[in-house]
């Protein structure tokens, strides 16, 4: 038996959020996100947006990411 937050990891790369800090998680980059922050979203990898430059931003759009919010 294995621990839930070590099959979210398997999984997606990354926990669930902290309801103590307000982490949602780290980024592809490795970069915290928190709850509220706007985040590009690739598949099962999510980009922090603040962080990205214009480019990358616009590259990962034409692969089909999506823009929403940390929840």
Known sequence: ????????????GYPKMNVYTNQYGIDAFGNEV???DEILVIEEAFFL???LE?????ALELLGGRYDFAQ
């Open 49 to 51: 947006v603040g962080e």
């Open 54 to 58: 214009d480019q990358t931003k616009e």
């Open 34 to 36: 928190f709850s509220g």
């Open 1 to 12: 038996m294995e621990h839930p937050e070590i099959t979210q990891i398997r999984q997606y």
